[in-house]
């Protein structure tokens, strides 16, 4: 199993461009989820899914979208990226067992520069 | 609202030495708390988790964890360190967003550094 995987690893952006990270997992995960990380601030929720066809919003949605057609991807899309959104972004799966999260798998990460 | 406090940003320790890493939770009645670890340029790995039961939890690399009730604590420790122990570590408790999704509320995160 190649478990979590992000693509692209770095990436530069100039502000008002667009983008979108990929996510992937082969471990057919009912839940998968979109996180940033910004120093001292932990990692916080961007949005979430529960299934195929089914996405919400976490904590810090503004200026994400997502969209998850398969089990399997996850793409997270940035419309019009600002520096406020340089961070690095992890996606993660995890089972749920009894609605609850079993285990997340986090990805490797990819590293985001909006200039 | 849920909070996950690590109240050390940095802690140096001796390799050999103790290490204990410091959580306090925010919420609920029987909550569901993870420790995670990221070492440089990774994502993060689960090292263990409480969902109930027993109130000293086993994990990977030879760390455990205490759930205190009383304190809203969920400290991590580990009895002697190595140098490869270096890296940020995680509290992390689950709760839910809405009706129909879970999230995990993270902690700031602890950078522990090794001496030799």
């Known amino acids: 199993n190649a478990g979590v995987t992000q693509t692209p690893k770095f990436q530069v952006l100039k502000t008002g461009q667009s983008m979108t990270l990929q996510c992937a997992q082969d471990?057919?995960?009912?839940?998968m989820s979109w996180y940033r990380q910004d120093p001292g601030m932990g990692l916080r929720l961007i949005h979430y899914s529960v299934g195929a066809g089914i996405t919400d919003q976490g904590e810090v949605p503004n200026g994400y979208n997502v969209s998850r057609s398969t089990t399997e991807d996850f793409p997270l899309r940035l419309l019009s990226a600002a520096p406020s959104q340089t961070s690095v972004y992890f996606c993660?799966?995890?089972?749920?067992?009894?609605?609850?999260?079993?285990?997340?798998?986090f990805g490797p990460g990819t590293r985001l520069t909006v200039t | 609202a849920q909070s996950v406090t690590q109240p050390d940003i940095h802690i140096t320790v001796s390799e050999g030495a103790s290490l204990e890493l410091r959580c306090n939770y925010s919420y609920g009645a029987t909550p569901y708390l993870f420790w995670y670890v990221q070492s440089p340029g990774q994502g993060l790995q689960l090292l263990l988790k409480?969902?109930?039961?027993?109130?000293l939890v086993q994990g990977i690399k030879g760390f455990e964890a205490e759930f205190k009730r009383s304190q809203s604590s969920f400290n991590l420790r580990k009895p002697s360190v190595h140098w490869s122990d270096a890296a940020e570590y995680f509290c992390?408790?689950?709760?839910?967003?809405?009706?129909?999704?879970?999230?995990?509320?993270f902690g700031g995160g602890t950078r522990v550094l090794v001496k030799p």
């Open positions: 471990m057919n995960h009912e839940y």
């Open positions: 993660a799966s995890s089972y749920l067992r009894g609605g609850l999260l079993f285990e997340q798998y």
């Open positions: 409480y969902f109930s039961g027993d109130t």
């Open positions: 992390a408790e689950e709760g839910r967003i809405k009706a129909a999704g879970n999230k995990l509320t």
